[in-house]
């Protein structure tokens, strides 16, 4: 059975840094284009950041290009998001989601499998 798991979630101040982790099982992960989405109380989930499949090429969504990255370890089946210089604005819940398809996309539709979810807080 296909299985996405998200951890690192947490508490941290302005300024700090997380590393979420996305264990994959029941698929091979090589085989999926893989995002990190996220969804703050009372707004839409949003994309974060993709990859491809051989982790080759990347997309950041604006706010976050240059404090988060995105990486993938297929032989662990692993997909990780490190995050720096967290602000209170990126306080939400993180998802990380599989993409049958090559080419990435904005519509979570076009994810098939999707984590529970990890919190992110960002406050002081």
């Known amino acids: 059975q296909e299985r996405l798991q998200e951890s690192g979630g947490g508490l941290v101040q302005p300024g700090g840094s997380l590393r979420l982790s996305c264990a994959v099982s029941?698929?091979?992960?090589?085989?999926?284009?893989m995002g990190w989405w996220r969804q703050a109380p009372g707004k839409e989930r949003e994309v974060v950041a993709h990859?491809?499949?051989?982790?080759?090429?990347?997309y950041y969504t604006t706010p976050v290009k240059g404090r988060f990255t995105i990486s993938r370890d297929n032989a662990k089946n692993t997909l990780y998001l490190r995050m720096d210089n967290l602000q209170p604005e990126d306080t939400a819940v993180y998802y990380c989601?599989?993409?049958?398809?090559?080419?990435?996309?904005?519509?979570?539709?076009?994810?098939?499998?999707w984590g529970q979810g990890t919190q992110v807080t960002v406050s002081s």
């Open positions: 989601a599989a993409r049958t398809q090559s080419s990435p996309t904005f519509n979570p539709a076009g994810y098939k499998y």
């Open positions: 990859i491809s499949r051989d982790g080759g090429t990347t």
């Open positions: 029941g698929l091979s992960l090589s085989t999926y284009t």
